[in-house]
């Protein structure tokens, strides 16, 4: 089965915790994406892989959030201090090669801060 | 810079009749385009995608979707709904100058009457 997988699928957590949110993309897939879905609106970009190589974070909100990929695979986007504008659902997604390739998008997580 | 214009929030047709969903996009460069369909509590998945090749796209499940250039149009249809067609429908554009970074529309969703 080897879609994009996501853990966990949905959080819950306190103002001002940390999260970490895992994305785990299609072997062999080089380019791995997180965006940020916001109730009722479309996905937004946050952080771009190619590799272990982050190449664009240029969507991320703030210093609180940082994603890694360390060894090219797996990837981890982290919220520190959490606040309430952090609740959304946050997708990662993963294409083969680069181009405009066709991205697989995993289910999200869902983070609600309360 | 990239972006997309879903002219419809929510669109409602019966089932048997024509489906058609509007997207507009600005790009300075030429664009891919995609056309996802998010189910409720599933993820996203491709409908169709156009990469500068012919202008009339087929996808699955019955759509397709024509690129006009002159209109920076790129409008989503279907001749015979389906209430399985019932969903979240997102317009993407993509600039490889860019990077590969998807921008999505602000998504239709689609209803079907029986």
């Known amino acids: 089965g080897a879609g994009v997988s996501q853990s966990p699928r949905y959080k819950v957590a306190k103002r001002g915790q940390d999260v970490a949110l895992r994305c785990d993309p299609i072997?062999?897939?080089?380019?791995l994406f997180w965006y940020q879905q916001a109730l009722g609106q479309g996905p937004e970009f946050l952080t771009y892989f190619q590799n272990e190589a982050q190449l664009d974070k240029s969507g991320l909100p703030s210093d609180r959030f940082f994603a890694e990929r360390p060894e090219g695979s797996v990837s981890t986007l982290k919220i520190q201090r959490t606040q309430q504008e952090d609740s959304a659902v946050y997708l990662c997604?993963?294409?083969?090669?680069?181009?405009?390739?066709?991205?697989?998008f995993g289910p999200g997580t869902r983070l609600t801060v309360l | 810079a990239q972006s997309v214009t879903q002219l419809d929030s929510h669109v409602s047709v019966s089932e048997g009749t024509p489906v058609l969903l509007r997207c507009n996009y600005s790009?300075?460069?030429?664009?891919?385009l995609f056309w996802y369909v998010q189910h409720p509590n599933k993820g996203l998945q491709l409908l169709l995608k156009y990469t500068s090749a012919a202008t009339l796209v087929k996808g699955i499940n019955g759509f397709e979707a024509e690129f006009k250039k002159s209109e920076t149009s790129f409008h989503l249809t279907k001749p015979s709904a389906h209430m399985s067609d019932a969903a979240e429908y997102f317009c993407v554009v993509s600039e490889d100058n860019y990077g590969q970074n998807f921008v999505f529309g602000p998504g239709t969703r689609l209803s079907v009457l029986p």
């Open positions: 072997s062999g897939h080089v380019s």
């Open positions: 790009s300075s460069y030429s664009p891919s």
């Open positions: 997604a993963s294409s083969l090669a680069r181009g405009p390739n066709e991205q697989f």
